[in-house]
């Protein structure tokens, strides 16, 4: 590890434990002993670090190295108590061996015991000091071959430590004491103490404690000494956390840690053992975590960790990747970032400074956001090899802590992590981020550089489907919903009153959760605009969010669960549209709605509640990714509407439409692939006849005609079959395999945008594929792919900013803004199972592909590969496959990923 951003990982081939590293300072080189006592040298001065030389012990087994600083000798003490020398150069044996028994008095006939430590003295690099586990310390002379001076103590040693004067060395023992000896008079310790033994009257010795399993002993200039151990504690304190005891001077100063202690090295202002070593901070490796303690404050304060060692210290419920990012956003997230200190951290800066961070090899930023359980978000720098956290967001702070025994009274559909993160929508351009949680919530983030302290803004929405007890089977359900039946109206009030839920009331129109009433003090960084909450209906929970979408350039906000479709205007405030999916389906006049009969009262089961604890949530995590939330029905021979009629998918891979409407630089490869590619029709009734089933979040109890909302799209497109012009629109994808695209009106002056309401209506414009719709994605009538419009940041509380102009920018796409009266458009539609091209306005299906037939596709894209768009698709199979020429299809790649994927 280096400064923040900079890191190195090897891994040993053999899989051995790692026992002890040691550096060749300055040198770009490390030397590691494994548990197969082998020792190994890295080279870490190359791209990746590789292994120049291994040397196996077969007879011995290792258990302390020494290097000494600029030397070229190691030093190997074995469980045998023998002290090898390896050549650093050439990685051999030199042949010079310490044996145990010549290290001893010879009138001692009792083994002493493994090597435990080696150190070269600081005065003299040419003696050794030699320590065993029974208490014998030797110093022997490297030259002379003979044992200098001896030391016995009746404790055993775990380790020992020098003064840099070489005068004196520390050791610390198994019996929680440390004893300080020096070397004119070796035979008994001149200072022992036991820093956590209570001290006995009558000067009785002090209890034993429990082992001291490492000291170290570092001097100061203008200071007393640092003594710093691990372990030493009193056995009558078992309930004690591990802990690392900091004596300075008179003052003992003892650090819990939260996991075992692994080892600890301090560090010091020069790698020269004869000089004052002035240390200034102390690394200590955790079982899971890694920190750093200052020495410089007298509160010994810990650095706040650049590199998370565990990434999941809360579980991860989703993630989110983005590529070719604004080029300074990494630094702006990082910087807000390193501003969001915790209270207790060190003001210092990260005191290991090693290597440099760049962007890597890659010419463009990329950025991966994870939501986690706790309700946290994570942005981190993948651009580099290894992922570097830039900032944090809390999203559980918009929300009150729930009182103990609260909890239960609106929010017992979830059992633990309320707060869990559902899905992520994030604009890089305008800095809009949006989240959906468990708890049937979504927030919008606006990005600012200043500190705010305001109220949050909270909506509201009922958006709770009835579904008629008696449903059809099946074979008779028919492929599309009859316009001119009289269907279920879906209880769509946008906005609700607050119903106080006692026991044995029905719960109606309470949120999950409960937004802050008060004025909250935002920090600079994602602060929150909006927040929107699904309530309870006549005793029924909100169901999850199962799609969302933000267009920055609209300032509109769309989400969707199993029960319908919700559009948020979160400029001004408002709920534009909450109705159940069946209304899609029905005429664009919403106010005329059929009469229906009050529903039936329904007995209340618990488990058959969506919103479930993560503990039954995360088992359900692979399939829920873009799944149907039902199982498919196969369609019968019902009469198709004729604008639907198009839509008819063959089963070969590609067919052909109308030929008039197709792009002049694509007939070459078509009229080629026509020879390969005989296309046979099928009768209307196979349509989006795939059946699979499979389980969902939705319990088997909701087994009902309950059509999903899986993907939106804001777009400028052609909204209607007639229309010569684009507009605003938001493309709606079910689980059924159904699209509607819905037609936004917005007022055409940008000062009327936050005044004038915008309309919300559906188009009329239905389309089909087979298999849940997954994405939607345009390209023009030259093939290219069309990017939706975006706001230009702007930070919401520069006050210099809104006085000069208040005015929004919005930045269109280039192909779309010069459309003409007659042009065109290609829209790519993917589902689990196959993926089409529609021409809009005309609404005709010129190509379809059936991706798969014996799996389905988790998750598609469509993305820019090589100066071409490309449709990618990754099944559940394993297989990743990427489509190329698009609007036309042609399998490019399919790789087979045999590693399970986990989601």
Known sequence: LGRPGVDCYCQHESGAAVLQLQFLINEGALVSASSDDTLHLWNLRQKKPAILHSLKFNRERITYCHLPFQSKWLYVGTERGNTHIVNIESFI??????????????????????????????????????????????????????????????????????????????????????????????SRPFQTTIPHGKIQREGRKSESCKPILKVEYKTCKNSEPFIIFSGGLSYDKACRRPSLTIMHGKAITVLEMDHPIVEFLTLCETPYPNEFQEPYAVVVLLEKDLIVVDLTQSNFPIFENP???????????????????????????????????????????????????????????EIIITGHADGSIKFWDA???????????????????????????????????????????????????????????????????????????????RLQYDVEDITPEPETSPPFPDLSAQLPSSRSLSGSTNT???????????????????????????????????????????QQITSLAVSSAYGIVAFGNCNGLAVVDFIQKTVLLSMGTIDLYRSSDLYQRQPRSPRKNKQFIADNFCMRGLSNFYPDLTKRIRTSYQSLTELNDSPVPLE????????????????ESTPDFYKNEISAMRQRNQVHHLPENRENSYNRSRSSSISSIDKDSKEA???????????????????????VGTSLGMVVIISLNLPLADEQRFTEPVVVLPSGTFLS???????????????????PPYEVWRDPNNIDENEKSWRRKLVMNSSSASQEIGDHQYTIICSEKQAKVFSLPSQTCLYVHNITETSFILQANVVVMCNSACLACFCANGHIMIMRYLPSYKLSGNHNNNKKVQF
Request: glycine letters at 6%.
């Open 500 to 542: 106080v839920a006692s026991e044995g009331v029905t719960k109606d129109s309470i949120p999950c959760l409960n937004v802050k009433t008060r004025p909250v003090r935002m920090p600079p960084g994602y602060q929150a605009e909006l927040v929107i909450q699904l309530v309870w209906v006549d005793g029924e929970p909100p």
């Open 769 to 787: 594929l087979k298999g849940a719709v997954l994405t939607f994605s345009c390209m023009d009538r030259t093939g290219g792919l069309m990017q």
């Open 383 to 461: 651009s580099a090899i290894t992922l570097q956290m830039l900032y944090k967001l809390k999203t559980s702070k918009v929300f009150e802590k729930q009182k103990v025994g609260e909890g239960k009274q609106t929010c017992e559909i979830v059992e633990e992590d309320p707060f869990a993160i559902q899905m992520i929508y994030w604009c890089p351009e305008s800095r809009i981020f949006c989240v959906s949680g468990v708890s049937a919530y979504v927030i919008i983030y606006r990005f600012s550089r200043y500190e705010i302290t305001t109220e949050i803004v909270s909506l509201e929405v």
């Open 307 to 365: 590199y998370p060692m565990d990434i999941h210290e809360s579980p991860v419920t989703c993630t989110a990747y983005f590529a070719d990012c604004p080029p300074d956003l990494i630094l702006v997230l990082y910087s807000i970032g390193v501003k969001h200190k915790k209270q207790g951290y060190s003001n210092k800066e990260w005191p290991i400074s090693g290597g440099a961070w760049n962007l890597g090899a890659q010419t463009y930023p």
């Open 93 to 186: 044996l030199s042949g010079y061996v310490i044996m145990w028994n010549k290290a001893i008095e010879l009138s001692t006939k009792t083994h002493p015991g493994p090597v435990v430590h080696l150190s070269d003295s600081p005065r003299d690099e040419g003696k050794l000091l030699i320590g065993y586990e029974n208490g014998t310390v030797v110093f022997w002379d490297l030259k002379s071959k003979r044992a200098e001076l001896r030391v016995y103590y009746d404790e055993a040693i775990h380790s020992i430590d020098w003064h840099h004067e070489g005068k004196q060395f520390m050791c610390s023992h198994s019996d929680g004491s440390l004893t300080l000896w020096n070397l004119k008079s070796p």
């Open 709 to 731: 909302i899986t993907a939106l799209y804001f777009m400028e497109s052609f909204a209607r079959k007639n229309d010569s012009t684009i507009s605003p629109c938001l493309f």
């Open 644 to 659: 639907l009629e198009r839509c008819k998918s063959p089963t070969s891979g590609l067919a052909t439409r109308t030929p």
